[in-house]
């Protein structure tokens, strides 16, 4: 599975939009990007995640480029709730060989302060 | 709908002793998983399961077993503990067929004294 690259920490003002964003340059064509976070203490959640098309759901919205080697998560209205480690995975679907197993990086910590 | 179940929370264990941590999803998922999370760190794959009877190694399987006689059920066996367990234990599943995202559970925090 393609290496990504995040910040290590980014701040950002309540009720502002929080752009996150991850390098994956080494992506191939049938890998997705996805998004998780962990709030402090509490199992990873799925945000979302995309092949080609930009994504948007009542979370968050995924803006991958055209040439698929990096993307930006978007959270539109942050709040106090969204500070956590935010975690951008890229991932293949070889189902049989890899038993679609996420593997976490070092992620980014994102600080929504008020 | 509960998703992923972990139990215990909370466990304090001596070297050398033995537990299990249990774990519990209801959403008819094939694939289910084990990761740890020390602390600091992001969480590396333990075992994995991709169906009933079907287990295989992820990053980090030494000093840990692991069964799936179940769809639901994914036990996971620590033998002898040692002080480098001390983790927090997530467990996770998903559905066949690919992309969709994984549920976790809430995690069993352990510490070997």
């Known amino acids: 599975d393609a290496k990504t690259t995040q910040p290590p920490s980014m701040d950002c003002a309540e009720g502002r939009a929080a752009n996150l964003p991850c390098n994956h340059s080494t992506i191939s064509g049938n890998e997705y990007v996805y998004w998780y976070r962990q709030i402090h203490s509490q199992g990873p959640q799925y945000i979302i995640h995309?092949?080609?098309n930009n994504e948007t759901n009542e979370m968050a919205s995924l803006i991958i480029t055209e040439d698929r080697k990096s993307s930006t998560l978007i959270l539109p209205h942050a709040t106090l709730r969204d500070t956590a480690v935010y975690y951008c995975?890229?991932?293949?679907?070889?189902?049989?060989?890899?038993?679609?197993?996420?593997?976490f990086g070092a992620g980014t910590i994102l600080r929504v302060k008020s | 709908n509960a998703g992923v179940t972990q139990t215990p929370k909370f466990r304090i264990l001596k070297i050398g002793q033995s537990m299990t941590l249990q774990c519990t999803q209801d959403m008819n998922h094939n694939y289910m998983y084990w990761y740890r999370q020390d602390p600091g760190m992001g969480l590396k794959l333990i075992y994995y399961s991709v169906g009933a009877g079907i287990t295989d190694k992820g990053e980090v399987p030494n000093g840990y077993n692991v069964s799936r006689s179940t769809t639901e059920d994914f036990p996971l066996r620590l033998e002898l503990a040692a002080p480098s367990q001390t983790s927090v234990y997530f467990c996770a599943s998903n559905p066949a067929g690919g992309v969709k995202g994984y549920t976790f559970g809430s995690g069993t925090r352990l510490t070997v004294v």
């Open positions: 995309g092949l080609k």
């Open positions: 995975i890229v991932r293949v679907a070889r189902i049989l060989e890899y038993g679609n197993k996420l593997v």
